[in-house]
């Protein structure tokens, strides 16, 4: 099982060969990024399968390396390969190998894509490292290296203003979250002495308080990762970057870093109790958030971003349950539809050439394989039999009832309708009604492949739910029947509401059915609920005032103290500068002057004439002999 | 002091005074570099007989004066020669032997 740890070193790897490139050489090397992620891909599918047979909660495959000691402390990375990490690693190499292949069309008349493949490698790499980390310490280093890329890819296109600033507000956003996540670790390592998953999560007895700190933080650094209500404002600002970056990173994977982390730390959670309320009650306003804000947006993108926002929400309530297997489940079913949605999305911008839905429609007559596939991916969020979403969100919901969180059973049965129409009004915006685009025609095949891979996975996963929950070592059931048909019939029911207000000939046209019916909900909900201008109001202006002031305090009273510094010295310098040219330059010059007088007077005598110095010496004879005369008189 | 009486140290002493004398006026008013070395040899052969006459009329027994001028001749020979041959340099570098056109040292 050694070939675990190239797992993760593969895309590293091919980062490493990548980045340091330059230009045309890079984007000559695209094929080593998508070559690392196909292997990639098929170690994770045989480590997979190694561990299926096991289907316990075990480790399988466990090494650690300590690679710095900080004093008596060890710090150590490592690979666990167990069920939960299997099957994240098929989920990111799934997902990113049909990104990958996806973005060779999506991209290839990128100027940059050399970059755009070394940055998604490098979070590749990223994420495998975190999902097969066997310490939180590991996990938060990967988790930073992908806020990184995230940064990178939104901010991909940095020339237009829109990609530059959703990057920055998503780094801080996620930012804020990464506190809580660095505050837990101090907390964990000050409690349990450790950052071990062993000792952490089975070995230490976690006495209620200490649970709850630590869940709280780790919830909240979850929160921001997966962009959970009040943290989400960044996702849909992250649609900014290239679409395939965002199927893979703010759909499939990297937003569920925070659901998995959460997944991880559950026993924590667990021993806290108070940490899984409020870990219910996140999710489920998320999701009720996110799918509300989902059915007012044009943007075909920001509709699937909030729908992302409205699923995380939903894995959230199904781990503040209690249920592992049901968030960990809709995890993965959501990565592949989600990601599938998304390519399609990425085929439907590039065919109809803008992202706004009212500007399109009808594409179902020209693009057939881009319509199934999409189709199906929406039915699998719609949570309609028998694509996968059905499945995942009847476990969610058979989880809250058995849990008997009754009223958050009913919230979520309401958000389950509330996506069910907003997918059904994405759909009939996008495919139905007439072509508002001439010129429409199906993608390129290497951007079809991957959508028919992941679509085919959407399609038949879901008959493997009861075997997944025995495979991480809980008992496996088929979802019962009262369930299931009641969420279908919510969601039929949303599908239908969806139909009404869009989908009907008569209604096609009408671009605001919901602003035309109920005005102050629409109003709420277009300005997101309002989250952004509080932001911006008490966070980002106030932040400007202070920082403002701080300016002003530094133009005035700290520069005027340096400036003031600088003035004396200037002076003091002056007069020591006065001083030397009068006093010191005055005895110089006036030594050298007198010397020169002296000389030049002296100098007369100096005729050259050897007479005239033979006549000296006799007068200087003469006077010699009359002193000494005289003397001796 | 009479020209009757015997030949005496003072009648030495006056010629070598005269001698220097003339070579001291020519040293200092002669034109010619050459007239001034033979000028100064005049003022170094009075300096001789004084050497020699003071010898004979004081000490005549030990004769450290005629020794001594001859030592001194032979000195003025080699000086002459030497004084010479830096005339004659001196005529090969400016044609000319006059010491008024030789003021390069001039301060």
Redesign the interface.
Known sequence: MNYVIAIPLIPALAFAILAPLSGRSRNAAVPIAVGASVITLGLSIAAFLAVWPGGHEEALYHTSITFATIGSVKLAAGILLDPISATMLVVVTLVGAAVQVYSLGYMHRDERIGWYYAVLSLFTAAMLGLVLSDNFLQLYMAWEVMGLCSYLLIGFWHEQEAPRKASIKAFLTTRVGDIGFALALAVMYKTAGSFDFAVVLHDFAWAPGAATAVALLLLFGAMGKSAQVPLHVWLPDAMAGPTPASALIHAATMVAAGVFLVARALPIFEASGVALTVTMFVGITTALVGGLLASVQHDIKKVLAYSTISQLGYMFVALGAGGIVAGFYHLVTHAFFKSLLFLGAGVIIHAAHTQDMREMGGLAKKMPVTTVTFTIGSLALAGIFPFSGFWSKDEILTVLWHGEHYVVFVLALVAAFVTAFYVARLWFRVFSGPEQTSGLKEAHVEMLVPMSVLAAVTSVIGFGSPYFAEFLGHVGEWPAAAIALTSTAVAGLGLALGWWAYGRRNQVLNTRPLKSRAGFVYAALAQKLYFDLTYDYFIVRQYGRLAGALSEFDRTVVDGIVNGAGAIWRAGADVGALIDRVVIDGAVNGVATLVRAVGAR??????????SY??LM?AALVVLMLWFVVKGA | MSLLQPVGVVSFMALAAVLFSLG?YG???RKSAVM?LMSLELMANAVNINLVALSRFTAPAEMTGQIFAVFSMVVSAAEIGLGLALVLALYRRSQTVE??A??????
């Open positions: 002296v100098r007369r005598i100096q005729t050259g004439r050897v007479q033979q006549a006799l | 001291l040293a200092l008013s001034v010491l008024d030789m003021q390069e040292l001039k301060g």
